[in-house]
Each structure stands twice: as C-alpha cells, then as structure tokens.
C-alpha cells in the first residue's frame, strides 16, 4: 500500500460515486470540446457568408490627381490621365502572395462609357465566376450569364431603357442578349450593365487590361493589414485600399461567435472544479479516520496532500480523455444536425489534444488543492477520537 495504490482502491470502493463523477466530468469536457469546434466552423462559414456582400480589399493605378480650388470654390480633382492595370498581372500576384489561401475570390473590372440606343450608360466588365463570389446577395431575374453574348442589367438603368430578361442591345458593334435584370441593390450597381470582361476589352480595344480589382480577403486567420503589404510587395507602384467597414462587420461577426464559445467553455471548466472540489471535500470528510491512520503510520502531510491531488488527476485525466475523443466524434453530428457540414475540412488535431487533456488535469488538480490540504490539517489524534 502506498501513495498510489491508496487513490485506486478509494475510488473502487466508491465506485458508483465515482462513476457518476467521471461521467459528469466527461459531459462537461465533452460540450466544451464540441462547442468549441463547431463554433470554429460556424465562424468561418459565416465569414464566408459575410464575403459575398462585397470585396474588402481594393487594387488601383497609381493616378496623378490635381485638386482644382479657387477663393473657396472647389471645382474637385482631376486626373492627368486614366491608367490602367494588367489583368494577368495583377491576378497572378495576388495569387502568388504567402497568404493566398485567405484570398476568397479575385474581381477584375474595366469600366467604359457606352451608348445603348442613343443613352449613354456605364459598362462593367466582369469576370462571372470570381464576381459572383462576391455577389450572391444580387436577386436576378432571369440568370447570371452563360457565355461573351449575354450581359446583366442594374434594376435602374434596365428601367431607364425598358430591358427585362431575354431583351436584346448593341453595345459597340456587337448585339447582346440580356440574360437577367439585378434587383434594385441601392448601390452604385443599379446604373450599369455588366458583361463579360474580355468581350469589354475587345469592344474598347484594351485587351489584358482593368481599371481596378476587387479583392476578397478572408481577414480571421490572419490582420487584413498582413495581405495588403504581401500585394504590395508583389505589385509595386499600386494604390491599395481596404474597405475598413466591411473587415470591422467581418471582424466582429466572427469574434462574437468565437467569445461565445469562450464563454461557455469557461463556464463548463469553472462548473466542472467546482464539483470536483465538493467530490473531494466530501472524500476527505468520510475519511477522516483513514487519515489519521495514515499520519500516525508514518505518511507526512506531502504524503496525505499527495493522495488527494492523485484521485482528482486519475478522473480529471480519464474525463480529459473520454470527453475530447467524444466531443471529437459529437462535433461531426451536431455539424450535420445543424446542416453547415458541406465543404467542413475539421480534422484531429493532436495538438490541440493536448493542450484540452493538459488544461482538464491541470484544472483537476487545483480543485483538489483545496480539499487536500484541508485533509493535511487532520491530526492524528484528532482522527482516532472519532474512533
């Protein structure tokens, strides 16, 4: 019989109250672990979300602009000259950049004054697939365009000329079909027509070229700041904004999800000591006698502290262990209950393993700190009167 063998047998000797214990413990450390994960998912999903109601990130030409006052009337600024940016350039830059993985999506566009019927209107030409990343919020009616002859219609501008889906235009020398009209936006998306981009370049005779991308950043695995400077250092002599807004609703929205979390699993590790502190209060209460037995056999208080401390750790560590792996399993289920499982790339991850299983024993062991060193005051002849 020794200090360890002391912890085994008590806990056999009480084993319905020790399994109920464990089992507690266990459902404790379980939710925290799959909470914690699942707000993981949620959080990324939802800035997924986030990034289809706009770029963050915006690259432009380096212009040379002249601001025009005189006696205090402001005339605005003008440009020297309208420059442009290389399409293939500027996208296999962004692409290139150390933290490319954070980059959702890549909106190329080249603006040019047209007429359609005689009015003059504004068209954008468009890369489809890696803009409508970034715009699913729009409400078409009709659908996004299937190849170079088709274009999209902003609802004010569709109004103006009398378009709706199926309609046909010439734009240049090139006739188009319009594929489906934007429902009204209240952005600066309602007065134009968008098109292909190529097609665009053709027509305006300014092939490879754009007058600015959109770029959208997925800003919480990293500062949006880090991205802006790795896209400079690859594409010097650019202006490059951030849509501070839309990164700070992005931002938070996923922070809040994250403290969330927190905030329950704080609330689960706080709940959990606290009843493995009333567990080993009430061991060392039962046993007084045992103690006084053991002080009086020889064992030093270190010996007696030792006891306690080595039965909280034995069910704080298979508590840590039975829960992470359920909790582990428990995650995937609440994921597809919740049907955000699609496109869910949430592995094992030892070291997070690890560091749950070191917080769970380390949390055990304080809260048996206290009960242990209560029963390290029991004298011995303090014990043997209960006899």
């Known amino acids: 019989m020794n200090i360890f063998t002391l912890p085994?047998?008590?806990l056999k000797r009480k084993l319905p109250r020790t399994l109920i214990m464990l089992v507690v413990f266990t459902i404790g450390i379980l939710s925290m672990v799959a909470i914690n994960r699942v707000s993981r998912v949620?959080?990324?999903g939802l800035e997924k979300k986030l990034n289809q109601f706009g770029a963050?990130?915006?690259?432009?030409?380096?212009?040379?602009?002249?601001?025009?006052?005189?006696?205090?009337?402001?005339?605005?600024?003008?440009?020297?000259?309208?420059?442009?940016?290389?399409?293939?350039?500027?996208?296999?830059?962004?692409?290139?950049?150390?933290?490319?993985?954070?980059?959702?999506?890549i909106a190329p566009k080249l603006v040019a004054p047209e007429k359609v019927g005689g009015t003059p209107v504004m068209v954008v030409g468009v890369n489809w697939g890696e803009e409508m990343k970034i715009k699913e919020h729009w409400m078409l009616h009709g659908a996004v365009p299937d190849g170079p002859s088709s274009l999209l219609a902003g609802g004010s501008i569709a109004e103006s000329l009398g378009l709706k889906h199926g309609s046909s235009v010439t734009i240049g020398k090139s006739k188009f079909s319009v594929s489906g009209v934007i429902g009204k936006t209240g952005s600066e998306d309602d007065n134009v027509i968008f098109m292909d981009i190529h097609q665009l370049q053709r027509i305006?005779?300014?092939?490879?070229?754009?007058?600015?991308?959109?770029?959208?950043a997925l800003c919480s695995a990293c500062p949006i700041e880090d991205i802006v400077k790795q896209i400079s250092g690859g594409l010097p002599g650019?202006?490059?904004r951030t849509v501070q807004s839309q990164v700070m609703q992005r931002m938070s929205a996923v922070g809040f999800v994250t403290r969330l979390a927190g905030a329950v699993s704080l609330v689960i590790i706080f709940t959990a000591s606290f009843m493995i502190a009333l567990f080993m209060i009430a061991s060392v209460n039962e046993r007084k006698r045992e103690i006084g037995v053991l002080r009086s056999l020889g064992y030093s208080r270190l010996s007696v502290f030792t006891v306690f401390c080595f039965e909280a750790l034995m069910i704080g560590s298979a508590a840590g262990l039975i829960g992470y792996v359920s909790g582990y399993f428990a995650s995937f289920k609440a994921l597809e209950i919740l049907k955000i499982a699609e496109d869910t790339k949430l592995g094992f991850a030892p070291a997070q393993f690890l560091l749950t299983f070191l917080i769970v024993t380390a949390v055990s062991m304080a809260a048996s700190a206290l009960?242990?060193?209560?029963?390290?005051?029991?004298?011995?002849s303090e014990a043997l009167v209960a006899l």
């Open 371 to 380: 009960p242990a060193w209560k029963a390290t005051r029991i004298e011995p």
């Open 238 to 240: 650019v202006d490059i």
């Open 8 to 10: 085994i047998r008590n």
């Open 42 to 44: 949620v959080g990324d």
């Open 204 to 216: 305006t005779d300014k092939k490879g070229l754009v007058n600015f991308v959109e770029v959208s």
């Open 56 to 105: 963050n990130i915006l690259v432009y030409p380096v212009t040379d602009n002249l601001h025009l006052s005189y006696g205090g009337f402001e005339l605005g600024s003008l440009s020297y000259e309208v420059r442009y940016l290389s399409e293939s350039k500027v996208e296999g830059a962004i692409r290139n950049i150390e933290l490319s993985k954070n980059i959702s999506a």
